[in-house]
């Protein structure tokens, strides 16, 4: 195993990825901007360096500065995490040309997988269906006119490098599509430095299906089964759950060949993740795979008991691949929610400042990995993901009624999140019966407002400690730091031993 891993990323997938280093004997090493002087990652890990200015592209995405940070602090090995540089082919290369393993697969899969016409192709060769499509658009509008009517509307413009529905339009007739076209574009060249998009056929309720995988490099692969993250805002998932509720058992045979059967096809290694649209027909199609560790990861770590981080790291390091699919079994059902400082009363604005006080629910079942502690800044620079709340259930149901409960006990004051809003998700009947899409949100909750129902119990406590000055607890800003910050920031907490 490595001595010393340098993690870089920031936020609550730092915190998760220094206590897997800890329990495999390898000390974590933060970088950090200087607005992530004093966040909690930078704290728990055993060293850090600073990369640069608050700016992503001057610090978390500055590749230089990274690896200059892990020359200081003798790191052996690079964990991108999720985001910022973590499906960089040329930061993977520019790791192992250091002298450093890269915690991920090969740069050679990331560049053919983050290409999604590539992608498409190589998915092709393997046999695994593909979402209708027109690709390597011509400069004659006429033309591309022309192939959107015979593909059929309403379709997707979709940029064919990088993903997060950004370079993402939805066309329902040909009056929109040239608009369309240079908006998606100019979006995608912004986002991704690469302005070409294809056109896609655009299903009205489909699931968003995803199956893990992992992968030696010596050839050996298995699969994880599947989550669904159906439920999404601006084509960003907010709510998962592992098995999804429209997945048969013949289907998921079928979706987790394919994923097999295209993972081995780009020579794949490490933890990966293919995905799939799935129609109200039951009919499933490629979409991408995403060539590093999900942010929904928790909830197929409920359901196998497989520690994929520390999976990710044992296989880095040469390991062969020790699980077989024959022993790999899905027990009972899980569920996260992703929580966000955001208002979705205002289209789900980012609201950064400072978290003045915070409770996280704790409970048999329920596991919070999180980025934030009592008076930590929320930045502006950064995606507003303050945690991840996953819960374990023997079945879909008690699941269900374990998170609303969970949620009820999550208590944030400083910033407006996300939390009462799914509550509102999770206690939907449509939630409840297992009726979800890609669409959900705009169907059931898109005139949502906070009442007395949705408001979680413990923000109601929490907001008349704040206002009767109680005298200060572990849990406030003022409280005295204790020597080691796991005590206290309790980031990634286990309910149940499979784990």
Same mark, same amino acid.
């Given at each position: 195993?490595?001595?010393?891993?340098?993690?870089?990323?920031?936020?609550?997938?730092?915190?998760?990825?220094?206590?897997?280093?800890?329990?495999?004997?390898?000390?974590?090493?933060?970088?950090?901007?200087?607005?992530?002087?004093?966040?909690? $990652?930078?704290?728990?890990? &055993?060293?850090? %360096?600073?990369?640069?200015?608050?700016?992503?592209?001057?610090?978390?995405?500055?590749?230089? #500065?990274?690896?200059?940070?892990?020359?200081?602090?003798?790191?052996?090995?690079? $964990?991108?995490?999720?985001? +910022?540089?973590?499906?960089?082919?040329?930061?993977?290369?520019? =790791?192992?040309?250091?002298?450093?393993?890269?915690?991920?697969?090969?740069?050679?899969?990331? #560049?053919?997988?983050?290409?999604?016409?590539?992608?498409?192709?190589?998915?092709?060769?393997?046999?695994?269906?593909?979402?209708?499509?027109?690709?390597?658009?011509?400069?004659?509008?006429? &033309?591309?006119?022309?192939?959107?009517?015979?593909?059929?509307?309403?379709?997707?413009?979709?940029?064919?490098?990088?993903?997060?529905?950004?370079?993402?339009?939805?066309?329902?007739?040909?009056?929109?599509?040239?608009?369309?076209?240079?908006?998606?574009?100019?979006?995608?060249?912004?986002?991704?430095?690469?302005?070409?998009?294809?056109?896609?056929?655009?299903? &009205?309720?489909?699931?968003?299906?995803?199956?893990?995988?992992?992968?030696?490099?010596?050839?050996?692969? =298995?699969?994880?089964?599947?989550?669904?993250?159906?439920?999404?805002?601006?084509?960003?998932?907010?709510?998962?759950?592992?098995?999804?509720?429209?997945?048969?058992? %013949?289907?998921?045979?079928?979706?987790?060949?394919?994923?097999?059967?295209?993972?081995?096809?780009?020579?794949?290694?490490?933890?990966?993740?293919?995905?799939?649209?799935?129609?109200?027909?039951?009919?499933?199609?490629?979409? &991408?795979?995403?060539?590093?560790?999900?942010?929904? $990861?928790?909830?197929?770590?409920?359901?196998?008991?497989?520690?994929?981080?520390?999976?990710?790291?044992?296989?880095?390091?040469?390991?062969?691949?020790?699980?077989?699919?024959?022993?790999?079994?899905?027990?009972?059902?899980?569920?996260?929610?992703?929580?966000?400082?955001?208002?979705?009363?205002?289209? +789900?604005?980012?609201?950064?400042?400072?978290?003045?006080?915070?409770?996280?629910?704790? %409970?048999?079942?329920?596991?919070?990995?999180?980025?934030?502690?009592?008076?930590?800044?929320?930045?502006?620079?950064?995606?507003?993901?303050?945690?991840?709340?996953?819960?374990?259930?023997?079945?879909?149901?008690?699941?269900?009624?374990?998170?609303?409960?969970?949620?009820?006990?999550?208590?944030?004051?400083?910033?407006?999140?996300?939390?009462?809003?799914?509550?509102?998700?999770? #206690?939907?009947?449509?939630?409840?019966?297992?009726?979800?899409?890609?669409? +959900?949100?705009?169907?059931?909750?898109?005139?949502?407002?906070?009442?007395?129902?949705?408001?979680?119990?413990?923000?109601?406590?929490?907001?008349?400690?704040?206002?009767?000055?109680?005298?200060?607890?572990?849990?406030?800003?003022?409280?005295?730091?204790?020597?080691?910050?796991?005590?206290?920031?309790?980031?990634?907490?286990?309910?149940?031993?499979?784990?």
């Amino acid at each position: 195993m490595f001595k010393r891993v340098l993690i870089a990323n920031r936020g609550e997938i730092a915190v998760r990825i220094a206590r897997a280093c800890r329990e495999l004997g390898a000390a974590p090493l933060a970088v950090y901007s200087e607005a992530d002087r004093h966040a909690l $990652h930078v704290r728990v890990c &055993e060293g850090a %360096a600073c990369i640069g200015p608050p700016p992503s592209r001057e610090s978390y995405l500055n590749i230089d #500065a990274i690896l200059a940070a892990a020359r200081e602090l003798d790191a052996d090995a690079v $964990h991108p995490g999720y985001g +910022f540089l973590a499906e960089n082919a040329s930061f993977a290369t520019a =790791v192992t040309e250091a002298g450093l393993t890269f915690v991920g697969p090969p740069a050679e899969a990331i #560049a053919a997988m983050g290409d999604k016409a590539r992608a498409r192709a190589i998915a092709a060769t393997a046999g695994v269906p593909l979402v209708p499509a027109v690709e390597n658009l011509s400069a004659d509008f006429g &033309e591309v006119r022309g192939a959107a009517e015979s593909l059929g509307y309403p379709l997707l413009v979709k940029a064919t490098g990088g993903g997060g529905g950004k370079g993402m339009r939805i066309v329902a007739a040909t009056g929109e599509l040239e608009a369309a076209l240079a908006a998606a574009s100019r979006e995608a060249a912004a986002a991704f430095g690469d302005g070409r998009v294809y056109l896609e056929r655009y299903f &009205e309720r489909p699931r968003h299906v995803e199956v893990q995988i992992l992968a030696d490099q010596f050839g050996d692969i =298995v699969h994880l089964g599947e989550r669904e993250c159906s439920i999404q805002r601006r084509y960003q998932k907010i709510v998962e759950e592992s098995p999804s509720p429209g997945v048969s058992p %013949a289907l998921r045979r079928q979706l987790t060949a394919a994923a097999i059967a295209a993972a081995q096809r780009v020579g794949y290694a490490n933890a990966g993740t293919v995905e799939f649209l799935v129609s109200e027909a039951g009919e499933f199609y490629f979409l &991408e795979m995403n060539t590093r560790l999900q942010v929904e $990861h928790p909830i197929t770590e409920w359901v196998t008991g497989v520690d994929l981080v520390q999976a990710q790291l044992r296989i880095a390091a040469g390991e062969r691949l020790w699980l077989r699919q024959a022993d790999l079994r899905a027990r009972g059902h899980a569920i996260e929610c992703r929580i966000y400082a955001e208002d979705p009363t205002q289209h +789900f604005l980012p609201s950064p400042g400072i978290i003045r006080y915070l409770r996280e629910p704790q %409970a048999p079942g329920v596991r919070v990995d999180s980025g934030i502690a009592a008076g930590s800044e929320v930045p502006v620079h950064y995606d507003p993901l303050l945690a991840k709340l996953s819960v374990w259930g023997a079945d879909r149901d008690a699941a269900r009624r374990r998170v609303i409960a969970a949620l009820r006990e999550y208590s944030v004051l400083g910033v407006t999140t996300n939390v009462a809003f799914l509550v509102a998700v999770a #206690a939907h009947p449509a939630f409840a019966a297992g009726r979800t899409h890609t669409h +959900f949100l705009a169907e059931h909750l898109a005139d949502w407002r906070p009442d007395g129902a949705d408001l979680p119990l413990a923000a109601i406590a929490a907001a008349l400690h704040a206002a009767l000055a109680a005298p200060a607890t572990s849990n406030s800003v003022d409280a005295p730091r204790t020597p080691s910050p796991w005590q206290t920031l309790g980031g990634w907490r286990l309910g149940h031993s499979g784990q």
